[in-house]
């Protein structure tokens, strides 16, 4: 199964490499972007010799000595070597100092160097250069979503729920490019649903301990045709992550859908609750850095079902909120599903983070001790 992605990321590489040469090179550097960020999880995996061949490829085919720069210092950010990347761009800067995608990708590495006003100084010469690009005002986001959750990244946080929590069953909805689902461990049955990437085909992750069984079907399709409890082979599922469409009505009946197949002690994660400002929560997408009005779900559960526990991780880019005491016997939602829909529709996200951290419950708590006691509920040890 490695071998088979690996060699679809090759194919993905040169795919990207024959649109850059093309004179597409923003779909080029899209591609390159999912490439290498997927590469780094293949060399943890031991796999480092092919992943250097493909980053190779890559880089053989640039056209200047600063695109070559620029693609190194893209390889090494995502493989975590800020200071390495940072020595790259600075290179290239000196070689087209007028290029706005090298003081994006600056901004990107002093971000995740912690190093916030020089980020900022990069993206405001970024933007001098290239005022209507599109790149810069991601990357702001990215910026904006440092400073408010400084501090790890949900793929950490949802790392942490697997190692501490070792769950028995996992179900993912919303797969991506499969990084979520792929940090279920040995121990834990997984499932995966999501209508377009629901296939190996479509991932560029692997879960090493064992593969996932995938559904491509809509989340609603899903739990219209099966019982989770025959998929997982046990009557309740032990944690469960909603990251699928962007839209309260959708998130609210995910939950609703899973909540009925949860145990007393089941948790549900659910991606993307705290929105670092109200455009990237739009309804309708008008953003790339895009959380859809998610959020919504967080006081209407504080409303609807008090008997809950909710509480949202602060970390980066999006939040992850937190849900347990479920009761799979509650009509709370469910009979009051299209009232509950309307109203909430109606309520606007605050801009100060203030009054976004106290309406979304967000808790800067001792996470790891919080997710320990979840798994002594649960019966377990950690990993
Ligand atoms: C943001 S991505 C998920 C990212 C992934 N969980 C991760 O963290 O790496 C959202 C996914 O939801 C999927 N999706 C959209 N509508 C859906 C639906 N009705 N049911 C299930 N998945 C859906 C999309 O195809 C997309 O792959």
């Known amino acids: 199964m490695i071998e088979y992605m690996l060699g679809k990321l090759i194919a993905q590489a040169r795919q990207s490499v024959t649109l850059q040469k093309d004179g597409d090179l923003s779909a080029a550097l899209g ?3 999912l490439v290498f960020e997927a590469l780094r999880s293949y060399e943890e995996l031991g796999y480092g010799q092919e992943t250097q061949e493909i980053q190779r490829l890559v880089l ?3 056209p200047s ?3 070559t720069l620029y693609l190194h210092a893209l390889i090494l950010f995502h493989r975590r070597r800020y200071h390495a990347a940072e020595e790259a761009i600075g290179a290239a800067l000196l070689l087209a100092p007028g290029m706005p995608l090298l003081q994006t990708l600056q901004a990107r590495v002093r971000t995740s160097l ?3 006003s020089g ?3 990069a993206y405001e010469r970024a933007q001098e250069l290239a005022p209507t690009s599109g790149g810069t005002r991601e990357a702001l986001f990215m910026l904006a979503a440092e400073q408010e959750m400084p501090g790890e990244d949900y ?5 942490r729920f697997h190692e501490l929590l070792r769950p028995a069953s996992y179900v993912e909805v919303g797969l991506g490019h499969g990084r979520s689902l792929a940090l279920a461990g040995p121990e834990t049955r997984a499932v995966g649903i999501d209508p377009f990437q629901g296939v190996w085909e479509r991932l560029n992750y692997v879960c090493p301990h064992g593969q996932a069984t995938l559904f491509p079907l809509t989340s609603d399709d899903f739990f219209a045709q099966h019982d989770l409890r025959e998929v997982i082979g046990t009557e309740t599922f032990d944690l469960a992550f909603i990251d699928g ?3 309260f009505e959708q998130a609210l009946k995910d939950f609703i859908n899973l909540e009925r197949y949860a145990g007393k002690n089941s948790v549900i994660l659910i991606h993307d609750c705290l929105p ?3 455009i990237v929560a739009e309804r309708e997408r008008c953003t790339g850095f895009w959380t859809g009005d998610v959020w919504r779900i967080i006081p209407c559960l504080k409303t609807f079902r008090p008997d809950l526990q909710i509480v949202t991780i602060p970390t980066k880019p999006s939040g992850l909120a937190v849900v347990t005491g479920l009761d799979p016997e509650s009509a709370a939602l469910s009979e009051n599903y299209q009232a509950i829909v309307d109203y909430y529709l109606g309520l606007k996200l605050p801009e100060s983070a203030a009054d976004r951290f106290r309406l979304l419950n967000v808790r800067r708590d001792d996470w790891d001790g919080i997710i320990a006691k979840y798994a002594r509920r649960q019966g377990k040890g950690h990993r």
């Open 65 to 67: 000595p600063e695109m």
């Open 155 to 159: 793929y950490f946080w949802l790392q």
């Open 245 to 247: 469409l962007h839209l």
């Open 276 to 278: 670092i400002a109200p």
């Open 31 to 33: 591609g390159y972007e």
């Open 119 to 121: 980020a900022l100084a």
């Open 60 to 62: 053989d085919a640039q």
């Open 114 to 116: 912690g190093d916030l």
